[in-house]
């Protein structure tokens, strides 16, 4: 039986796709390997500085927005996005082992899950 943490996080997460679809006993070892983050408005969470991409971010609550960044004399033709609650980021970095060329900033005080990228290949193969 998962703890009542667990428990709150798995009922959080089932509001939102594609966490709704998730089999329970995946939902429930992607919930175990969740810990809460709180950043401040305007606080980067991530972004190509940091390096390779360590931790998969899930909003729980607040804003994320994300801007392309690319080396001078580089245009990336990205548009700015904004993620909220149940929305995910860096995939595409965290699965290719490579840093991000977004940073992701907090558009209001902002609490995250946070995911360790071993846990998140765990999950990816289930």
Do not use: N, W
């Amino acid at each position: 039986m998962a703890s009542q943490l667990v428990q709150a996080t798995i009922a959080d997460l089932k509001t939102h796709a594609p966490f709704d679809r998730m089999a329970p006993a995946d939902l429930e070892f992607l919930a175990a390997g969740l810990k809460v983050a709180y950043y401040p408005k305007g606080a980067e969470i991530v972004g190509p500085s940091a390096g390779i991409v360590t931790r998969l971010f899930i909003v729980k609550k607040g804003a994320v927005r994300s801007a392309a960044t690319a080396p001078a004399g580089r245009a990336l033709g990205a548009v700015d996005a904004f993620r909220a609650a149940g929305e995910c980021f860096p995939i595409g970095a965290l699965i290719g082992h490579r840093a991000t060329q977004y940073s992701y900033r907090t558009e209001e005080d902002t609490f995250v899950y946070e995911l360790d990228s071993a846990t998140f290949g765990q999950v990816l193969g289930r």
